[in-house]
């Protein structure tokens, strides 16, 4: 059948770790995973550009300018072989009708931005499902920061948006970063706290969720015991991996990795091989992708893939 495209078994068997959702849902989680350079494979690597509300212009895109344009990341997410993009309404609207089909769209409908620093931080809604269905999204994003004195609004937001979307055959996405409240910084990333994250994540009916890769600390102290008692291996980073991915419903929940702040290409490709080999399933690389030359970007995101792919150790 010309055109027509099979979905691989792997692919298969996670859209039956779904079987509460109606088929629209099913639909583009397929259609996330069988796009793309790793189509087929269960692996995904999104490329995020929330950065520039985030964090501002300047801090984003100062270190590579064609960056500024909106059309570029559309360009750069498809020519590396992106399973999807994701980005605020704005940058999104730029690029939707003239790159319409060429990649799935996923359309981040909160955000922050970092003019008003605070120690419980929060975020707007800044998109809604209208519009994600108008730009042919196949999925929404949504931030919650479990810690934050915010964080209870953040997730009846999120219970009513993903209903939405949910009603409407659209994937729910959701970044889960712990910050704020009494949560230290090492704390953030702390093994106990990552995987409590991504479990509430899950539980607000996330079909794909986005965390940080977590450290070896560990930030509760009720937690700590339970790990000592029980000899919890988190002492490398595959092992914490793994730990994130039994947290996450045994790993019947697609869980994929930050990319986080620009760092060394070995770190991040270590990191990968950890992902890999812990069960994880991909990763969500913004400013190690975007903040070099394209030329660069994509021989960058070409490595992350072959490793995901097994074509490298």
């Known amino acids: 059948m010309s055109g027509w495209t099979r979905i691989s078994k792997r692919v298969q068997e996670i859209l039956g770790f779904y079987q509460s959702d109606a088929p629209g849902i099913r639909a583009n989680l397929a259609r996330l995973m069988m796009s793309g350079r790793l189509a087929g494979t269960g692996r995904l690597v999104i490329l995020p550009v929330d950065q520039g509300f985030e964090h501002g212009p300047v801090r984003s895109f100062a270190s590579n300018p064609p960056a500024y344009n909106p059309h570029y990341h559309f360009e750069l997410a498809i020519e590396a072989g992106c399973n ?3 980005a605020p309404l704005g940058f999104l609207e730029a690029g939707a009708a003239e790159f319409a089909g060429h990649i799935p769209l996923i359309l981040k ?3 922050n931005d970092s003019l008003y620093e605070t120690k419980d931080p929060n975020q707007a809604i800044t998109g809604s499902v209208e519009d994600a269905l108008r730009l042919g999204c196949c999925a929404v994003g949504y931030t919650i920061y479990p810690g934050s004195a915010h964080s209870q ?13 949910k009603s409407v055959g659209l994937a729910v996405v959701v970044w889960s970063y712990p910050r704020g409240g009494n949560l230290s910084k090492a704390g953030e990333t702390g093994i106990d706290v990552a995987c409590y994250a991504a479990q509430i994540a899950a539980q607000l009916g996330a079909h794909i ?4 890769v977590p450290s070896d600390h560990i930030e509760q102290a009720a937690a700590k015991k339970v790990y000592e008692a029980e000899k919890i291996p988190i002492s490398t980073q ?9 947290s996450t419903f045994d790993g019947r929940r697609i869980v994929i990795f930050s990319g986080g702040a620009k760092e060394d290409d070995k770190k991040i490709f270590d990191e990968v091989r950890a992902i890999r080999d812990g069960g994880g399933f991909g990763s969500i690389i913004g400013r190690n992708s975007f903040q070099r030359p394209k030329a ?5 995101l070409g490595t992350v893939m072959r490793i995901y792919a097994g074509e490298e150790a």
């Open 109 to 111: 409908l909160n955000n």
């Open 84 to 86: 999807a993009y994701a």
């Open 238 to 246: 595959t092992e914490r991996i793994r730990h994130v991915v039994q």
């Open 153 to 165: 609004e953040m997730y009846q937001n999120l219970g009513e948006i993903a209903l939405e979307a």
């Open 296 to 300: 660069q970007a994509l021989e960058f």
């Open 209 to 212: 969720i986005k965390v940080k």
